[in-house]
């Protein structure tokens, strides 16, 4: 069965620090790829996200991630985290036999200290 | 604005009873889903409609129903047959075979 895994559970980071989440889908082809993002309190919205073309996808608010085909990964980065970052964070892959169903990670949450 | 309205924020309910969840769009979507999101767990999808009168059983449909009979509206029914119905559950639409959804602020669902 399709999968998408990330690594972290919770991530814990001081300000300034720089941020990495990992992000596995299970299948190869060709493949979308999303970050979405919950802020606490808040609704999940759209982070970025891979259609195809450039594997470097930039997003809102200073996010970016790559798309590693050979890795089937798209790791979700931020050089340097603010304590507004501090949300839960869950990567998505649209079902290969059905698009309009997307298959959501367990989430990472972070947590960035002042 | 455009979005997804959610209804209502908090819902309590006894154990053995069924509760209707509202779910309305006003973004001309095609497609709406309902979600259930469970701590280390990400979101786990129920249901899903793609077009009006239409609607297909996800990953863990046991003990859910919907409707869909408007194209703005998609509620959802927690039966009593359903094991764990204490949750946060989310809505959300998207174009048809247009990727990004919008989602609901949800419900959080606890059934005692």
């Known amino acids: 069965a399709q999968s998408v895994s990330q690594h972290n559970h919770h991530v814990i980071l001081s300000e300034a620090a720089s941020l990495e989440l990992g992000c596995n889908y299970s299948y190869g082809g060709t493949v979308n790829l999303f970050w979405y993002v919950q802020y606490p309190g808040q609704h999940l919205q759209l982070l970025l996200k891979y259609f195809s073309g450039d594997p470097l996808v930039k997003g809102i608010k200073g996010f970016e991630a790559e798309f590693i085909k050979s890795k089937f990964s798209f790791n979700l980065r931020k050089p340097s985290v603010q304590w507004s970052d501090t949300a839960e964070y869950f990567c998505a892959v649209p079902m290969k036999t059905s698009y309009d169903k997307v298959i959501f990670g367990p989430g990472t949450s972070l947590s960035v200290i002042p | 604005d455009g979005g997804i309205t959610q209804s209502p924020k908090y819902l309590f309910r006894k154990e053995g009873q069924n509760v209707t969840l509202s779910c309305e769009q006003n973004?001309?979507?095609?497609?709406m889903y309902w979600y259930r999101q469970d701590p280390g767990q990400g979101l786990r999808l129920i249901y899903y409609?793609?077009?009006?009168?239409?609607?297909q059983k996800g990953d863990i449909a046991e003990g859910y129903s919907v409707s869909r009979e408007k194209k703005e509206s998609f509620p959802l029914t927690v039966t009593s047959a359903q094991k764990n119905p204490t949750a946060f559950y989310l809505c959300?639409?998207?174009?048809?075979?247009?990727?990004?959804?919008?989602f609901g602020s949800g419900t959080r669902l606890t059934v005692v």
């Open positions: 959300a639409s998207s174009m048809y075979r247009t990727y990004g959804y919008t």
């Open positions: 973004l001309n979507h095609d497609a």
């Open positions: 409609s793609q077009i009006v009168n239409d609607f």
